[in-house]
């Protein structure tokens, strides 16, 4: 069982910038393909962007392309988000997601960030 910590949210206004990290428990992190997921009031919750455990960037929701960018650092068992112009439909909770059977599964997350963009 692998835990993960995420950090970085806040408030920021339209156009802003912010970096979210999670930082994962274990040594085994750098086998485990990584995701980022958010979930809107009233919405189901999506996934964002992911990770492979190679470092390939296999996935981004249309709305971040060219936003957003996930990246990891193994040495330190982290993941990020860097969130460059950001919009108020960004706002949501952020969480981060971890595949470690590399099967597109989820079977671990955080406890999840708030992001919030005003206009």
């Known amino acids: 069982q692998v835990d993960v910590v995420e950090s970085g949210g806040g408030s920021v206004q339209a156009g802003g910038s912010l970096r979210l990290s999670c930082a994962a428990s274990?040594?085994?992190?750098?086998?485990?393909?990584m995701a980022w997921w958010r979930q809107a009031p009233g919405k189901e919750r999506e996934p964002v962007a992911r990770?492979?455990?190679?470092?390939?960037?296999?996935y981004y929701i249309d709305s971040v392309k060219g936003r957003f960018t996930i990246s990891r650092d193994n040495a330190k068992n982290t993941v990020y988000l860097q969130m460059n112009s950001l919009k108020p439909e960004d706002t949501a909770v952020y969480y981060c997601?971890?595949?470690?059977?590399?099967?597109?599964?989820?079977?671990?997350w955080g406890q999840g960030t708030q992001v919030t963009v005003s206009a």
């Open positions: 274990g040594d085994t992190f750098s086998n485990y393909n």
């Open positions: 997601a971890v595949d470690s059977t590399r099967r597109g599964r989820i079977d671990a």
């Open positions: 990770i492979t455990w190679t470092r390939t960037t296999s």
